[in-house]
């Protein structure tokens, strides 16, 4: 059984086109990630759900929205699709136990090419 | 603005030999401190954490903190080629709810 589960694994799309991501976590865990690495593997926080909570919201263009609609789900929505937006997305979930957080549990990531 | 600083590499060592990763943290409050490992086109996994000053060790891998200069490092003993790829260093800040913070990643090369 795949711990964190991301769909699609693949996204080709033209510029301009709006595309969702979705996520699902079975681990029983309250607090889920968006991140996104670049080509350079640099992984950077962009949202976080803690029970179905936006908690984090990085500086982040409003192209992007993410939907929790319960603690094992957490979507990501990007429209108007750009170039830089190529990336790979991971999805990530952790059971948060305060100030010392758990580790993190990654999806396989879901790489986007924009052309 | 919160910082994880690594050398990117390539760091190349022969195997069997000693290979050792730094990374350094600007949040002088920042709690937990990990040490992910990144195949090329996989998702990065978990091979320790740390929360107290010193030593931790499992197997071949000893992570080491020092709170004072805000430093963690992991050094992986007898490299295997296996052991090549992209080590991530992830730092949680003092906060609940506040996310891990990832270094740019090194590098690692272990040649036969």
């Known amino acids: 059984d795949t711990a964190v589960s991301q769909t699609p694994k693949y996204l080709v799309t033209q510029m301009g086109n709006d595309k969702s991501i979705k996520c699902e976590q079975n681990l029983g865990h309250d607090t889920m990630y968006w991140y996104k690495q670049d080509s350079k593997k640099f992984l950077k926080i962009m949202f976080s759900y803690n029970n179905k909570e936006l908690i984090i919201n990085e500086t982040v263009p409003n192209r992007f929205s993410p939907k929790s609609p319960d603690k094992a789900h957490l979507n990501l929505h990007i429209n108007s699709l750009e170039l830089g937006d190529s990336a790979v997305y991971f999805c990530a979930s952790s059971h948060d136990r305060g100030i010392v957080t758990g580790e993190l549990f990654f999806g396989e990531g879901s790489r986007l090419t924009v052309l | 603005q919160k910082e994880v600083e690594q050398n990117s590499g390539p760091l190349s060592v022969p195997e069997g030999a000693i290979a050792s990763l730094n990374c350094t943290y600007s949040?002088?409050?920042?709690?937990?401190f990990f040490w992910y490992r990144q195949y090329s086109g996989k998702s990065p996994e978990l091979i320790m954490f740390?929360?107290?000053?010193g030593d931790k060790e499992d197997g071949r891998f000893t992570a080491q903190l020092n709170k004072a200069s805000q430093y963690v490092s992991l050094l992986i003993r007898d490299s295997q080629p296996s052991d090549s790829a992209t080590y991530l260093c992830?730092?949680?800040?003092?906060?609940?709810?506040?996310?891990?913070?990832f270094g740019k990643g090194t590098t690692l090369s272990v040649s036969s």
């Open positions: 740390i929360y107290s000053n």
């Open positions: 949040d002088r409050g920042s709690q937990s």
């Open positions: 992830a730092v949680k800040g003092p906060r609940a709810g506040t996310a891990l913070i």
